[in-house]
């Protein structure tokens, strides 16, 4: 029979009994109304901390601190706190249903905190009596040299002495207590001997600036071997004195046993981040690396994933119980990082019978398939599991492209989309990423769920990214870039949405409020830096050039804003740049006699007669950033790139025939950007001018320009 839950106030009440009882147990020399008191005051804290929505550690860290700063500093008090906090003080059914490891997790922070405050303390008077000791031994040299002594023996904490030559001189009981070592084993020894493999990059430089003379004390967490091989982790102070002429003639450097409290901050922090079933990486701790991954990324880095789902996974957990799904799932976690670790791949256990690969540095698609397949290789023998034999299968979604090209979350969105492709498929495979698929699968969605009603709710906005002279490298124009801050999918780019919402027609309401956005932004550069800001380009769809409300939407735009028609360039795909006798020819004609400019889009990624530029209004054409991108400059250049230099150099000589300005998208490097300069380029656009950003940046850039 289950027993009926317990009521807040038992709760409280028993946890309360247990805390007070683990309190008197320390069998501290405290009245015992002093002690209730303690307790009382601390227990309620942590019940605080456990219903406040939304969680604040602060609490819990104060109850911490009251029992150090009442002498209870026992680290098996901790320890033993710790686990009461996680098994004896549960979520109350009313309050909000918190994680009892972030409570213990902040409790001990608490405590590690406070205990240090204290030991900083103890050791700052340690350090102002040696200094003192050193000053009085001139007056008194005997008195202060025993009081000195006794200090240095009868200390706490491990204390050291050497010589700004690195030479060890001293060492008390307590520090070789610590190390595991006699006197005469460290005496003579250097400093630097004391090396470890996970001392952090700054102790040492800190180090030489203090026996140097350039600073007086520092202080850093350091592990050090002790001399049974184990290791020991210390809080180390590391105060330079000096002589009565201001010279440094000692160190003396102070320690603190924290090898206990490091090992459960571990320990609670490897519970944070690791799938308490199969000990994986979890949810957070996969995005934690794939982000730094982004971060430390370089222009031409790439990176795979494999999202890989167990195909019947419910049916087990359905016919066979959770138990047996559980081992399942524990048994294919194995696998898969036997089989992907040792090649460098983190494998990560996103929930449920989801789990992910990534490939750092990937040297392409090929790679990323590999490890597909080495996916499907390590389940194809079946699991034992309660005498059956379970055939597993897996559907697998596989992204591999360049860093450049996408975000964290735009990138497992779009292998999570890919998986449900293979499921569709037939399962038991992987399917390789498609962008036009993707783009279908998420405009579908998002469009038809959201966009109705994201204008409304503010949830659209623009990004301008620069356009800039090759000649001069000067600031000439920024493409407005529109962007969904979605609610569940985070920021999806125009390619993730535009497609569908212009099959919808929802197209139009849209790209009203771009073009009435930009153009207000555009204008207010204007206003505020004359004649140093820049052309606003502003993209249109197919849709959009055939619907002849757009001239009047223009017009009113421009009137509204007092924009300038000069400073304002519509971007046509060459897919809408069609034939003379097409219904968008003529609203384009209008668009050119309101004063503004046209320009061709991805210019040669689509198939439209070149005999149609005779016939469009247009003024400028980009060449397709793929011209561009994949061309690097080299002593010896394969035959595909003199072949794709070619036909840019090609492209120059046609936009210049026809009197049209010709950007080139997709420019990456310096290089590229100088190439394409000795082609007679006229403008660039991409990563190496500058990445889509919200317009203060656009100001800042203006702005330097304006005062050049």
């Given at each position: 029979?289950?027993?009926?839950?317990?009521?807040?106030?038992?709760?409280?009440?028993?946890?309360?009994?247990?805390?007070?009882?683990?309190?008197?147990?320390?069998?501290?020399?405290?009245?015992?109304?002093?002690?209730?008191?303690?307790?009382?005051?601390?227990?309620?804290?942590?019940?605080?901390?456990?219903?406040?929505?939304?969680?604040?550690?602060?609490?819990?860290?104060?109850a911490?601190?009251?029992?150090?700063?009442?002498?209870?500093?026992?680290?098996?008090?901790?320890?033993?706190?710790?686990?009461?906090?996680?098994?004896?003080?549960?979520p109350?059914?009313?309050?909000?249903?918190?994680c009892?490891?972030?409570?213990?997790?902040?409790?001990?922070?608490?405590?590690?905190?406070?205990?240090?405050?204290?030991?900083?303390?103890?050791?700052?008077?340690?350090?102002?009596?040696?200094?003192s000791?050193?000053?009085?031994?001139?007056?008194?040299?005997?008195?202060?040299?025993?009081?000195?002594?006794?200090?240095?023996?009868?200390?706490?904490?491990g204390?050291?002495?050497?010589?700004?030559?690195?030479?060890?001189?001293?060492?008390?009981?307590?520090?070789?207590?610590?190390?595991?070592?006699?006197?005469?084993?460290?005496?003579?020894?250097?400093?630097?001997?004391?090396?470890?493999?996970?001392?952090?990059?700054?102790?040492?430089?800190a180090?030489?600036?203090?026996?140097?003379?350039?600073?007086?004390?520092?202080?850093?967490?350091?592990?050090?071997?002790?001399?049974?091989?184990?290791?020991?982790?210390?809080?180390?102070?590391?105060?330079?004195?000096?002589?009565?002429?201001?010279?440094?003639?000692?160190?003396?450097?102070?320690?603190?046993?924290?090898?206990d409290r490091?090992?459960?901050?571990?320990?609670?922090?490897?519970?944070?981040?690791?799938?308490?079933?199969?000990?994986?990486?979890?949810?957070?701790?996969?995005?934690?690396?794939?982000?730094?991954?982004?971060?430390?990324?370089?222009?031409?880095?790439?990176?795979?994933?494999c999202?890989?789902?167990?195909?019947?996974?419910?049916?087990?957990?359905?016919?066979?119980?959770?138990?047996?799904?559980?081992?399942?799932?524990?048994?294919?976690?194995?696998?898969?990082?036997?089989?992907?670790?040792?090649?460098?791949?983190?494998?990560?256990?996103?929930?449920?019978?989801?789990?992910?690969?990534?490939?750092?540095?990937?040297?392409?698609?090929?790679?990323?398939?590999?490890?597909?397949?080495?996916?499907?290789?390590?389940?194809?023998?079946?699991?034992?599991?309660?005498?059956?034999?379970?055939?597993?299968?897996?559907?697998?979604?596989?992204?591999?492209?360049?860093?450049?090209?996408?975000?964290?979350?735009?990138?497992?969105?779009?292998?999570?989309?890919?998986?449900?492709?293979?499921?569709?498929?037939?399962?038991?495979?992987?399917?390789?990423?498609?962008?036009?698929?993707?783009?279908?699968?998420v405009?579908?969605?998002?469009?038809?769920?959201?966009?109705?009603?994201?204008?409304?709710?503010?949830?659209?906005?623009?990004?301008?990214?620069?356009?800039?002279?090759?000649?001069?490298?000067?600031?000439?124009?920024?493409?407005?870039?529109?962007?969904?801050?979605?609610?569940?999918?985070?920021?999806?780019?125009?390619?993730?949405?535009?497609?569908?919402?212009?099959?919808?027609?929802?197209?139009?309401?849209?790209?009203?409020?771009?073009?009435?956005?930009?153009?207000?932004?555009?204008?207010?550069?204007v206003?505020?830096?004359?004649?140093?800001?820049?052309?606003?380009?502003?993209?249109?769809?197919?849709?959009?050039?055939?619907?002849?409300?757009?001239?009047?939407?223009?017009?009113?735009?421009?009137?509204?804003?007092?924009?300038?028609?000069?400073?304002?360039?519509?971007?046509?795909?060459?897919?809408?740049?069609?034939?003379p006798?097409?219904?968008?020819?003529g609203?384009?004609?209008?668009?050119?006699?309101?004063?503004?400019?046209?320009?061709?889009?991805?210019?040669?990624?689509?198939?439209?007669?070149?005999?149609?530029?005779?016939?469009?209004?247009?003024?400028?054409?980009?060449?397709?950033?793929?011209?561009?991108?994949?061309?690097?400059?080299?002593?010896q250049?394969?035959e595909?790139?003199?072949?794709?230099?070619?036909?840019?150099?090609g492209?120059?000589?046609?936009?210049?025939?026809?009197?049209?300005?010709?950007?080139?998208?997709?420019?990456?490097?310096?290089?590229?950007?100088?190439?394409?300069?000795?082609?007679?380029?006229?403008?660039?656009?991409?990563?190496?001018?500058?990445?889509?950003?919200?317009?203060?940046?656009?100001?800042?850039?203006?702005?330097?320009?304006?005062?050049?």
């Amino acid at each position: 029979m289950t027993a009926a839950p317990v009521t807040a106030r038992g709760s409280a009440a028993d946890f309360h009994e247990a805390w007070e009882e683990l309190l008197h147990g320390q069998g501290m020399a405290m009245h015992p109304r002093t002690l209730r008191r303690i307790a009382a005051s601390t227990s309620g804290l942590l019940h605080r901390a456990r219903d406040e929505t939304p969680f604040d550690p602060a609490l819990a860290e104060e109850a911490a601190a009251v029992l150090v700063n009442a002498q209870f500093t026992d680290p098996q008090l901790l320890a033993e706190a710790v686990e009461l906090l996680q098994t004896q003080l549960v979520p109350d059914e009313r309050g909000p249903d918190i994680c009892q490891p972030a409570l213990a997790g902040a409790f001990a922070a608490g405590w590690a905190a406070a205990l240090r405050d204290r030991t900083l303390r103890d050791q700052e008077s340690i350090r102002v009596a040696a200094d003192s000791a050193r000053r009085e031994a001139e007056q008194a040299l005997h008195a202060s040299e025993a009081r000195f002594r006794a200090l240095f023996e009868n200390a706490a904490i491990g204390i050291g002495v050497g010589d700004v030559e690195g030479n060890i001189l001293a060492a008390n009981r307590a520090l070789l207590e610590m190390f595991g070592a006699r006197l005469e084993d460290l005496q003579g020894r250097k400093v630097n001997d004391l090396v470890h493999p996970e001392d952090s990059p700054d102790v040492w430089g800190a180090y030489d600036e203090l026996i140097g003379g350039r600073r007086e004390c520092f202080q850093c967490d350091k592990p050090y071997y002790r001399g049974d091989g184990e290791v020991v982790w210390t809080h180390l102070t590391v105060s330079l004195i000096r002589d009565e002429d201001g010279s440094p003639c000692y160190q003396v450097a102070m320690l603190e046993d924290i090898t206990d409290r490091y090992r459960l901050q571990e320990r609670l922090r490897h519970q944070a981040t690791h799938d308490p079933l199969t000990g994986l990486p979890n949810r957070a701790a996969f995005f934690e690396h794939l982000e730094e991954l982004f971060d430390k990324a370089g222009p031409h880095t790439r990176f795979g994933l494999c999202y890989v789902d167990l195909d019947g996974f419910k049916v087990v957990n359905d016919s066979l119980g959770h138990d047996s799904g559980d081992q399942l799932l524990v048994e294919v976690a194995a696998r898969l990082k036997a089989a992907l670790t040792p090649m460098g791949h983190l494998v990560a256990r996103l929930g449920g019978d989801e789990f992910v690969v990534l490939l750092e540095d990937s040297g392409g698609e090929h790679e990323a398939v590999a490890v597909a397949r080495t996916v499907l290789t390590a389940l194809d023998d079946p699991v034992l599991i309660g005498g059956h034999r379970l055939a597993v299968g897996a559907s697998i979604g596989v992204l591999e492209r360049p860093v450049a090209t996408t975000t964290p979350d735009a990138a497992v969105r779009a292998a999570d989309l890919t998986l449900y492709r293979a499921k569709e498929a037939g399962r038991g495979r992987w399917t390789l990423f498609d962008a036009q698929s993707n783009a279908r699968a998420v405009s579908r969605y998002t469009v038809s769920v959201r966009m109705p009603v994201a204008l409304e709710r503010g949830e659209f906005f623009i990004d301008y990214q620069p356009l800039r002279s090759l000649a001069d490298g000067s600031l000439v124009a920024v493409e407005a870039l529109v962007r969904w801050r979605h609610p569940l999918l985070g920021v999806l780019g125009p390619d993730e949405f535009i497609a569908t919402a212009e099959d919808t027609g929802l197209i139009l309401p849209l790209g009203r409020w771009v073009l009435e956005q930009a153009c207000a932004q555009a204008a207010g550069w204007v206003h505020r830096f004359g004649s140093a800001a820049p052309q606003l380009n502003v993209n249109i769809t197919a849709h959009q050039a055939r619907n002849r409300g757009l001239v009047i939407d223009v017009d009113r735009v421009l009137q509204a804003t007092g924009l300038d028609p000069a400073l304002l360039q519509l971007e046509i795909t060459e897919s809408t740049a069609v034939g003379p006798q097409d219904e968008s020819l003529g609203v384009l004609q209008e668009l050119v006699e309101l004063g503004l400019s046209l320009s061709v889009d991805d210019f040669g990624t689509g198939w439209s007669n070149l005999a149609y530029l005779r016939d469009l209004p247009v003024s400028a054409l980009k060449l397709s950033g793929s011209f561009v991108g994949d061309l690097n400059e080299s002593e010896q250049p394969t035959e595909a790139e003199c072949v794709g230099w070619r036909i840019v150099s090609g492209m120059v000589s046609l936009a210049h025939t026809l009197g049209l300005t010709l950007t080139a998208e997709g420019v990456e490097t310096e290089a590229a950007a100088d190439r394409l300069r000795m082609l007679g380029c006229d403008w660039g656009q991409g990563w190496h001018f500058g990445r889509p950003v919200q317009p203060d940046q656009i100001d800042r850039l203006i702005a330097a320009a304006h005062i050049v």
